[in-house]
């Protein structure tokens, strides 16, 4: 296969965004809101993308990825106090993404009363910035995804050790920031806090829900997108006991990747039959690790950014919705569309309780 053409699938993991149509979905009760964080402290500074619910109305919106998709938003809109305080879901993204790689998903949450905080990770390589920029040396780039992915059993926590530590310190900051005079003063719900993931980020919210080297006992639910689950021991699983829903898509089988054999399926399955109740397991119909999202490579990966696609994007938003509403807010009412199977899903697996 041309190099070329590798490279930009593999980065396809990576860059994702585009609005998910709301007249296929429940109605949305909020506008969203958008700003930006800095962090800073003596080990790290930290670019932060913070979608929430508001009344102030949006505008056009373009994103600062290589895409530079179009969200409709309120730049730094007053957030809606009244109907608050909100679940914040705190949101990891994949090797070498950025913040900005689940754009949709993050507008959808906070236009029905979600706080979606998302850092930049500081990776090796950096495909993409909340403000524009990243390390563009795909070659490069490349070799080293292939290495982490390579890597198996032996994975290098100590080395992605940076990734949960962002997380908690994403936490404490924005916490910090709901206790003073600010623009986010009041409006989460610091007893309702999850953790959302795509590829690597899914290996980081994993450690940060409950794998116990990282574990942060703030995090009460856990999204785990086409995660990276390969690193992890049967029993490391058992520690994981918070809610759990795990998404992958159904071409994700065995794959030839370069000269390695990954195995999203039985991978991303075992986890769930590891993890503790309640607990779901997704399988998208016709998807594949770049679905969960818009890829910028949309003519290089066909079907991305489709009406297809957008069937995908409709699914992983309505349950991934309904999996926080009733895990985080405790509304019952939800728990009825995580009854129902969609014809969008060719697998799914769920144990409430």
């Known amino acids: 296969m041309n190099l070329k053409i590798i490279i930009a699938a593999v980065v396809a993991v990576l860059i994702i965004s585009g609005c998910v149509r709301e007249d296929s979905l429940q109605p949305a009760p909020f506008n969203v809101g958008f700003m930006m964080l800095d962090i800073s402290n003596e080990q790290t500074d930290i670019t932060v993308a913070v979608w929430y619910p508001t009344q102030d109305a949006p505008a056009a919106y373009q994103y600062q990825n290589p895409h530079k998709t179009e969200g409709i938003v309120a730049l730094e809109g007053e957030p809606d106090r009244i109907h608050g305080p909100y679940p914040l879901i705190v949101y990891s993204h994949g090797y070498g993404g950025g913040a900005l790689t689940d754009i949709y998903l993050a507008e959808h949450l906070a236009s029905h009363g979600f706080v979606v905080a998302a850092p930049d990770h500081a990776d090796e390589f950096t495909v993409m910035r909340i403000r524009g920029g990243g390390d563009r040396d795909m070659q490069e780039y490349f070799k080293s995804a292939v290495e982490l992915g390579r890597s198996g059993k032996d994975f290098d926590r100590e080395a992605h050790a940076y990734r949960p530590k962002d997380i908690s310190l994403v936490i404490d900051e924005v916490l910090r920031l709901n206790n003073m005079e600010s623009l986010l003063q009041g409006i989460i719900d610091e007893e309702a806090i ?160």
Request: proline share 3%.
């Open 194 to 353: 999850g953790g959302m993931g795509h590829s690597l980020g899914g290996y980081t919210m994993l450690m940060v829900g409950g794998i116990l080297e990282e574990h942060d006992s703030r995090i009460k639910a856990l999204l785990l997108l086409s995660a990276g689950v390969f690193m992890f021991e049967d029993e490391e699983y058992q520690s994981v006991t918070v809610p759990v829903m795990f998404m992958y898509g159904e071409k994700e089988g065995s794959q030839i990747r370069a000269d390695f054999v990954n195995d999203k399926a039985a991978d991303t399955q075992r986890a769930h039959e590891n993890c503790q109740p309640p607990k779901f397991l997704l399988v998208i119909k016709g998807a594949n690790h770049f679905a969960f999202g818009q890829t910028v490579f949309e003519d290089t990966w066909p079907g991305v950014g489709s009406k297809e696609g957008q069937k995908q994007a409709d699914v992983i938003c309505t349950y991934g919705l309904a999996f926080f509403e009733v895990y985080l807010k405790g509304d019952l009412e939800a728990e009825e569309v995580l009854e129902d199977t969609d014809e969008m899903l060719v697998l799914y697996k769920k144990q409430p309780i």
